[in-house]
């Protein structure tokens, strides 16, 4: 390895002890101290590591930006709940609607005298 490369691995996975030579997957700064992972499996130990809370220490959030997943989550109504419980009043309330908007249209389907399934109604076998 050339100098410069060897002072790009000058950062070590804070679980694994792995030298990181190219961006950390994480970082988190707490009480001037620097904290780096290498993946999410050595990152998903920090909070035994380092403690709760470091989440507002990281350094970079902009990686992060996808939704992750919400682990541990008690206030579910049904336990085969798979949901995190977001927007579940929205949702109930577009599924009433789909529900009335379906039923209108099968309503009309069935009382529209012009329909294939009204002729067969009518027709004898």
């Given at each position: 390895?050339?100098?410069?490369?060897?002072?790009?691995?000058?950062?070590?996975?804070?679980?694994?002890?792995?030298?990181?030579?190219?961006?950390?997957?994480?970082?988190?700064?707490?009480?001037?101290?620097?904290y780096?992972?290498?993946?999410?499996?050595?990152?998903?130990?920090?909070?035994?590591?380092?403690?709760?809370?470091?989440?507002?220490?990281?350094?970079?959030?902009?990686?992060?930006?996808?939704?992750?997943?919400?682990?541990?989550?008690?206030?579910r109504?049904?336990?085969?709940?798979?949901?995190?419980?977001?927007?579940?009043?929205?949702?109930?309330?577009?599924i009433?609607?789909?529900?009335?908007?379906?039923?209108?249209?099968?309503?009309?389907?069935?009382?529209?005298?012009?329909?294939?399934?009204?002729?067969?109604?009518?027709?004898?076998?």
């Open positions: 390895m050339s100098s410069e490369e060897e002072e790009e691995c000058i950062v070590q996975c804070l679980k694994c002890k792995k030298e990181i030579c190219e961006k950390p997957w994480i970082t988190v700064k707490m009480d001037n101290q620097w780096h992972g290498c993946s999410y499996l050595c990152a998903n130990n920090f909070r035994e590591l380092i403690g709760v809370g470091y989440w507002n220490h990281v350094v970079n959030k902009e990686d992060f930006n996808e939704p992750r997943p919400v682990y541990g989550y008690s206030n109504k049904l336990s085969t709940d798979i949901t995190t419980g977001f927007g579940m009043e929205e949702i109930k309330l577009e009433q609607e789909e529900d009335k908007r379906i039923e209108l249209i099968e309503e009309q389907y069935y009382n529209d005298e012009s329909s294939e399934y009204s002729d067969e109604d009518n027709y004898e076998y």
